[in-house]
């Protein structure tokens, strides 16, 4: 082969992309561009998921909304490292920095191992402001709790007080407690906890292209309910 041809393949980006994501035709070309950049080693961006029906897809895509994206947006302005795997390009001097993929091959969640170590290495990951499609999954109720017991037990590798301090976040415990104590303030304060979710998931779902019925408000608390279970047995194993 030419040098120039050689040249090309080795320094070209690499594009990581799930089998169900639907992005733009122009998708590609924007998410590699800012690699031009050589301080960033990473491009990501947000994810919704469409066509949602049943009720694990919904669960699914209120996790997105209330959780998960608006994490992403919060980590990425205050510089912690964060990857998202559904679709992502890296630069190939970065990750070849970091030992390539095979120095994640055994990881749970290596795509935010991989943000974790590009950061350590110096590199900035840039979060793209388009985003793409994720077909509703269409599994059941307990496949979708396995997947979620993963990922959960995934981002506690990543650090336990990272993990411990999602315990924060979640109001269905302190809803129990109001329940059981009849404390007016820990009622005030579920309640405020519930506003601030719809108060997230409303603009964060505008902005993601993604549909938020009045039912979906209303499976809010059953999603936390979920959200925090998955949370205890992600402590574990």
Known sequence: LPQALIDL???????????????APDHLKRL??????AKVGMVICPYAVQGARSLPDRLEALRLNTEFIPSVVLAQTVGVAVGTGATMAVSRAALDAVGGFAAFSDDLLEDQKLALRLLETGHRIELLHDVVGLSAPGITLAESWRREIRWSRGIRTTGRLRYLGVAITFF?????????????????????????????ALPVARRLGASLAPADICLLPLRDAMSFTVWCVGLVG
């Open 32 to 37: 590699v561009q800012p690699l031009a950049d």
């Open 172 to 200: 269905f415990p302190l809803l129990i407690l109001a329940i059981l104590a009849g404390s007016s303030l820990v009622w005030g304060i579920v309640a405020g906890l519930l506003a601030v979710r719809i108060l997230l």
């Open 9 to 23: 393949a080795v320094t070209r980006p690499l594009v990581v992309s799930d089998c169900d994501v639907q992005a």
